[in-house]
């Protein structure tokens, strides 16, 4: 049972229009036992049709209000989550399965985001330009764009929320909020601190149901002008096309495919340790995770035999069991993924170094695994595995690994380590990707700018870049002076 120190932040209704309203109806369940923690509402296109309007009617008395209320609101808000951490980490680790102290991580990453967009809320400044035009000024004005939509994954149940609602709300906007529905207990947890702290009703709604409906309407009701996405590739391409029917500004923050490039010069302990981050983090379960470990033909053997070293002391368990590292994959079918992956490079020849079968524990439990000897015409280097396989490709030249670095139509994080000062711009430079760990794989921090390219999405969230999706740029030419 799931033991929390305030357990009124445990909800299973949703929140539209300032009142919690709706019935428990889909159940939510814990991935490493199958308890059932709680259910929440099935809302459809009516429900989401009243909470966009709600937020509609919201809109121009939180944008009125000055940068500063709205700043003071932010920053309760952060305060609240960061006071009831440890419940938020309780509630994120049974529905979703992480450890506990990945998901305290991530509840502080979430907060943080709460924190950086409540300061910026005062820096939203326009500009003035020499006017070409007699007698006259050019202002430059940022308006909030309006009421906004939020789409959001199980992988990061919280950040995902606060990192598209907090530059959003700093700048004046109104949100109707979707989370996953294997994830909803920490997104309406965290809307019941967002009252707490203050927010007007109308502005923070949030809606759990029938994602196709609760979609269609987000995508097409005129008075939603921005809809962020974050989740797999497939679903952010359709939601784009039903939002353009209304041209809504979009935000997607969609699939990886992560390269993790090792060099010969790296320091390889380093590189084994960034790899282990890289690739385990959630159980392999994030966007950024890598995909496909390439290492140079030198140290290939000796980066394998460590970080399979690694990899096979990595307790695998209930998240909230002390020592755990490696929690439950979200639900079976992920499991299923996962295996048909390491069995697909298996009938091709690769190796497996450790793990490579379903956990003792069963059912949603998969062993951590390194396979080498993979080829890129396996499923592992053409899908995102979204589980904790590490591929291993061996590689000769600086220029072989980044064209097949760069061969997938995926373009979000890549990793490499190497000491050579030259090697690291130029490759960092020539990978096509948004992001680029250099002897480093901690990627997220609220103070950069986290996106992608090509088919791994649109826009950036987070650092000053991820206000951008949030302001309208109004340009006012005053004549006659
Ligand atoms: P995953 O496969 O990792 O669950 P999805 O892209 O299916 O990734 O899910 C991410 C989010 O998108 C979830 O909140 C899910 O409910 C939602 N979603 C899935 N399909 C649709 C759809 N057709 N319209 C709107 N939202 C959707």
């Known amino acids: 049972m799931l033991k929390l120190n305030d357990p009124s932040l445990l909800k299973s209704q949703c929140h539209v229009d300032g009142a919690w309203i709706g019935e428990g109806v889909d159940v939510v369940d814990n991935p490493a036992t199958g308890e059932v923690l709680a259910k929440v509402p099935r809302f459809g296109a009516d429900e989401t049709t009243a909470a966009v309007e709600a937020a509609s009617r919201a809109f121009k008395p939180w944008a009125k209000k000055s940068a500063k209320e709205r700043s003071q609101i932010l920053r309760k808000w952060f305060d609240l ?109 965290l809307i019941e601190l967002a009252i707490r702290a203050g927010f007007p009703k109308g502005v923070l709604n949030i809606v759990t149901g029938d994602a196709v409906a609760i979609g269609k309407v987000m995508t097409s009701h005129p008075a939603v002008r921005f809809i962020g996405f974050t989740g797999s590739t497939p679903v952010g391409k359709l939601l784009m096309q039903q939002a353009a029917s209304t041209v809504k500004k979009v935000g997607l ?23 282990i981050a890289a690739k385990f983090r959630n159980m392999g379960q994030t966007c950024v995770c890598t995909n496909r ?44 993924k996962v295996e048909r992956h390491v069995a697909d490079a298996v009938a091709n020849g690769a190796k497996v170094m450790v793990g490579g079968k379903r956990h003792a524990l069963g059912r949603t439990f998969y062993e951590p695994t390194v396979i080498s000897g993979v080829t890129t015409k396996m499923l592992v280097t053409n899908e995102e595995t979204f589980g904790p396989v590490a591929p291993v490709y061996r590689f000769k030249t600086e220029e072989e690994v980044v064209a097949m670095a760069n061969d997938t139509p995926f373009g979000l994080a890549a990793y490499f380590y190497s000491k050579d000062l030259g090697r690291a711009f130029r490759v960092a430079e020539e990978l096509e990707y948004g992001m680029v760990g250099i002897n480093s794989a901690m990627l997220g921090t609220e103070v950069a700018p986290f996106g992608g390219v090509k088919e791994s999405g649109l826009g950036r969230e987070g650092s000053l870049h991820g206000m951008d999706e949030f302001v309208e740029i109004k340009y006012m030419l005053m004549g006659g002076l």
């Open 81 to 189: 989550i960061m006071a009831n951490q440890e419940d938020l980490a309780q509630i994120m680790t049974a529905e979703q399965g992480k450890p506990i102290t990945e998901a305290r991580g991530e509840v502080a990453y979430a907060a943080s985001f709460v924190e950086f967009y409540a300061e910026e809320a005062k820096r939203i400044y326009g500009e003035t330009i020499p006017s070409p035009f007699p007698n006259s000024r050019i202002i430059v004005a940022k308006q909030p764009v309006g009421v906004c939509a939020a789409i959001t994954p199980w992988n990061f149940p919280a950040a995902m929320i606060t990192r598209k609602c907090s530059p959003g709300l700093a700048a004046g906007c109104t949100f109707v909020v979707k989370p996953a529905p294997d994830t909803p207990l920490t997104a309406l947890a």
């Open 293 to 336: 470990l390439f290492v140079q033909d030198g140290i290939h053997d000796e980066f394998v035999a460590k970080f399979a070293g690694e990899v096979a002391k990595m307790k695998v368990g209930n998240g909230t069991e002390i020592g755990v590292v490696q929690g439950p994959l979200i639900n079976e079918r992920a499991v299923e």
């Open 253 to 275: 923050e969609l699939g990886g495919n992560a390269p993790f490039i090792v060099f010969d010069d790296a320091d390889v302990d380093a590189a084994v340790q960034g790899a």
